[in-house]
Every structure is written in structure tokens, then in C-alpha cells.
């Protein structure tokens, strides 16, 4: 099965510096993989998803971005983080039919 | 367009208690449904899918197309049930799961 390795666990960081969190897939090949923001009280809301090398698409207007570098590789990135880009962040690949979604541990990002 | 809808943010039973937890889903064509559970420091699991039709550590949960709804049930809740509860949904032929807000279930002794 799957395994989604996602680092750091938490992260402190001031308003206005840079961000990448990473994410890497082990026992699967060309996953799909998704980015979900988990924010206090509002459940998971899905930020990018990625089908292959250099395809990212964007789910909802914001402040971050995400790069595909790797088949294994899914970064999540800012230039200047925001208050309100603090939350619970999770890679994952979520899976196709009768299959079920991987999660990463998930990064708590504050940001100060 | 793909939508889950988890009523409740939080849910407190006590210990033996009956537990439901809803979720309604929006979604024109046949979807598939799941429930995740994350426990305090672990990473988010699945919990069971519509499909397999089985109970897992007691929850069952039923796929109901005319009300869309696939509601969580457990008849006798215990304190390790405590944890947030998260609905999802994937669409046919998609990979892209959406998920509800999810419920902080806690169960008191």
C-alpha cells in the first residue's frame, strides 16, 4: 500500500517569509495528489491537485502555491505567508475507484 | 459540482449511547461515499466505504440515494469512538475527493 511522508510536522513562522512544505509518496507510481488545508473549525478544504510532472490545478484563490517537480514529489509553497495561512495542511493521494485516499501526518503551520 | 455537507461540528454522547453522525452530499451522478476518522495525534484513516457495506469497530453506514445522505450510526458508543469524523465523496470516474466539514465526535463516560 501507500505511504505519504509529509515534513514538517509543525512550523512556526513569521508574517511575510517564504514557505515549502513537501510531500513524497512511497508504493505507488504517477499518483495523483492532492493538497487539503484543514483550518480551525472549517474541515478540509482542498487547495491543489496534481495528475502528473508540472500539473497543478488550483482550487481555490490564495495566497500559496504548488509545484510537481517529481511523479513522487508535491511541494506546497508561499513568497510571504499570511496570518490567515495558518492551519493543519495534509498531502494526499487520494485514491481511484474502490481504492481508498492516503494521508500524510500533516504539517501544523502557525504563522506569527 | 461535488459538495458534502456535515451538520454538526460537534456531537457529545455518553458512554452506550446511540451516535449518528449525518452527512448529505451533493452530486449528480453516482457518487462514492466514505467516512475518515482522525484520532487525537494520529493521521487521518479511512473508516469505512459505502461500497464494502460492512461495520467497522461497531459504525455502519448506509447509502440513501432519494435523500442523498450516507449517515454514520454506531448503537453503542464507547470512549475510544471520541475523534473528528470527516464524510467524503468521490465523484465517477474522478479522483478528486471533496470532504465535509466534519463532526468532533466526543464520548463521555
Known amino acids: 500500500s501507500q505511504t505519504i511522508h509529509q515534513w514538517p510536522a509543525t512550523l512556526v513562522q513569521p508574517v511575510g517569509s517564504p514557505l515549502s512544505l513537501e510531500c513524497t509518496v512511497e508504493g505507488t507510481s504517477n499518483p495523483n495528489l492532492y493538497w487539503y488545508r484543514q483550518a480551525a473549525g472549517r474541515g478540509l478544504q482542498l487547495l491543489f491537485y496534481?495528475?502528473?510532472?508540472?500539473?497543478i490545478s488550483s482550487e481555490v484563490p490564495q495566497n500559496l502555491s504548488a509545484s510537481r517537480p517529481q511523479d513522487r514529489q508535491f511541494i506546497l509553497s508561499s513568497k510571504k505567508l499570511l496570518l490567515s495561512d495558518s492551519g493543519f495542511y495534509l498531502c494526499?493521494?487520494?485514491?481511484?475507484?474502490?481504492?481508498?485516499?492516503?494521508f500524510g501526518q500533516g504539517t501544523r503551520l502557525t504563522v506569527v | 459540482a461535488q459538495r458534502v455537507t456535515q451538520p454538526e461540528k460537534l456531537l457529545s454522547v455518553f458512554k452506550g449511547a446511540p451516535v449518528e453522525l449525518k452527512c448529505n452530499y451533493s452530486?449528480?451522478?453516482?457518487?462514492?461515499l466514505f467516512w475518515y476518522v482522525q484520532y487525537s495525534r494520529q493521521r487521518l484513516q479511512l473508516l469505512l466505504r459505502h461500497i464494502s457495506r460492512e461495520s467497522i469497530k461497531g459504525f455502519t453506514a448506509d447509502l440513501n440515494k432519494g435523500e442523498t445522505s450516507f449517515h454514520l450510526k454506531k448503537p453503542f458508543a464507547q470512549e475510544e469512538d471520541s475523534a473528528m469524523y470527516y464524510c467524503a465523496l468521490r465523484g465517477q470516474g474522478a479522483q478528486k475527493l471533496v470532504f465535509g466539514q466534519g463532526t468532533r465526535l466526543t464520548i463521555n463516560p
Open positions: 496534481s495528475v502528473g510532472i508540472g500539473q
Open positions: 452530486y449528480s451522478g453516482s457518487p462514492e
Open positions: 494526499a493521494s487520494p485514491g481511484f475507484e474502490n481504492t481508498e485516499a492516503f
